[in-house]
């Protein structure tokens, strides 16, 4: 049995870790209400989205860099203390700019979290619960990601927007509790931390310009300046972070971690695993509430047969790996279960069975679940001791990455197809040619407003002449229903580019040596919570090590 204390660290860690995704994904569920409250355009409100993304995968690297250097409880501790006060000023935010800047202050919170959970847990529990505490943590992990929408369409609908933000605080609060009296005193290094300040700050100048190019090609064309030029610009500097990190004498993001194999095969594998999990995360709450007519709360109950199958083969994989210390054929089955989930759900239909399809979300809950736990156990046992914080933080950065990357791809292709199939499906509905033509020539944003949420057949009624409605009127079912087979391909065609990213990673594990899977720092099986003024902790800094 692990001890008490054990038990509490790996929980402490899991929640943060939750927490951290949960606010991921849960905010772009209210960014409907946000735009009605603060009256304004839904480009600019996506930024409350955006602005957490883009801080959290921007500084999830430095951060647990920083942690190798400075010892993980005061900067995981401070972290919560962070993400609970940015939770709480978004709760009370007075207009959309502050809102947006406090969610930067949360998501400065989460970036501490997530940079060090990992290395907390390897160095807190034995060799032998390892596998199963990783998985465990990749579980909860996963599953914030998972129910936010859930979650956000609960609180929104029985309590308000603000709780969104307001359901951190107690939670936050309590295991911060725990933590400060769980978690053993870090001592840092004895040497001088030498920190790479200019490497970090030009590691963020080169993502945020990515991701905000990314992020507007569902708006825009390669071609214009806001996306192409921008991502040309982050990929400029890039480079440039590259040559400083070739030369500074304590990189931020050591370079020569790249040159293990098995640290590089994660990373590529994660990132484009990520590309591939965040298409059925977003888009099928998005088709129960358009097609199926469900509320926000009732969307995120249904995909709870994918969050099933995620944390049934997040905790098995992660039992398994301790067991056998076999990891590659896991990783590799994952890989191909999750191109086949996703394959099942290219298939997916206005009149498509709900048995049938939560099968199908099950499959690819099942072939996730492993990957959000086995490569982190990979990179864990690669790397030197003193740079596991460095290299799961960077584990972290290329999946916040790949689903950023990946959200803005399926985006676009879900706008392209709806513009090509509404007016085919529309043409097929036997409908009079001038109603054809009419949704046919509707921009963007008439499309945007025809495929919301609430009663679609109202809303084509409220949007037409007062003058036409009656005519209209006996055409809307007809319409309504072509619109929905125009919806069901879109949201189908999104999981396309979700098969060939988990082709790839099913390529790239292939090239992964198998190599024994490492311990802690130390494994003590019985010991008694150590005492911080009798002994050093095995979760200080290991940067004098």
Known sequence: MWPAYRWLVVGTVCVGAFLGQLDASIAGLVLPTLQ???????????????????????????????????????LYSWGFVVFIAGSALCGVAPTLAWLITFRVVQAVGAAMLQANSVAIITAAVPRRALGRAIGVQGAAQAVGLSIGPSVGGLLIDTLGWQWVFFVNLPVGAVVFAVIWRALPRGRPSAEAPRIDYLGATVLVAALVPILVGLTNKQSASWGDPSVGGLIALGLVIAAVFVWIESRAIDPIVPLELFRNRSFTISVIAMFVASMAFFAPIV??????????????TQSGYQILALLGGLILSAILSGQL???????????????????????LLSNLR?????????????????????????????????????????????????????GSVGLAAAGTVFGSRLV????????????PPQIVASFSASGAGSLNRLTGVGDLGQAILAGAPVTTRAQLEPFV????????RAFSLATASTFDFGIVAALVAVVMVVFLREAPMRGP?????????????????????????
């Not at 090509?420 to 409908?431: G, K, N």
């Open 36 to 74: 009605q409250v603060f009256a304004a355009p839904i480009d600019s409100v996506e930024w409350v989205s955006i602005a957490y993304l883009l801080t959290l995968a921007a500084l999830v690297v430095p951060l647990g860099r920083l942690a190798d250097l400075l010892g993980r409880k005061m």
């Open 477 to 484: 079912p007809d319409i309504v229903g072509a619109i929905h």
């Open 321 to 343: 790996v301790a067991r056998t210390g076999r990891y590659k054929p896991l990783a590799l089955g994952a890989s191909v279960v999750l191109a086949i989930g996703l394959f």
């Open 350 to 402: 206005a009149d498509t069975p709900l048995p049938l399809l939560w099968s199908w979300m099950f499959v690819t809950g099942i072939g996730v679940g492993p990957i959000f736990s086995v490569f982190t156990l990979v990179v864990q046992g690669a790397v030197p001791l003193r740079q596991i914080g460095t290299a799961t933080s960077n584990l972290t950065l290329f999946q916040q990455v790949g």
């Open 521 to 545: 720092v130390r494994e003590e099986a019985t010991a008694a919570p150590p005492s911080p003024d009798r002994q050093p902790s095995p979760l200080a800094g290991e940067a004098g090590k």
């Open 420 to 431: 090509e199939e509404l007016p085919r499906q529309l043409a097929a509905s036997s409908l």
């Open 283 to 296: 888009f099928l709450p998005r088709w129960f509430q358009v097609v199926g007519g469900a509320s926000a």
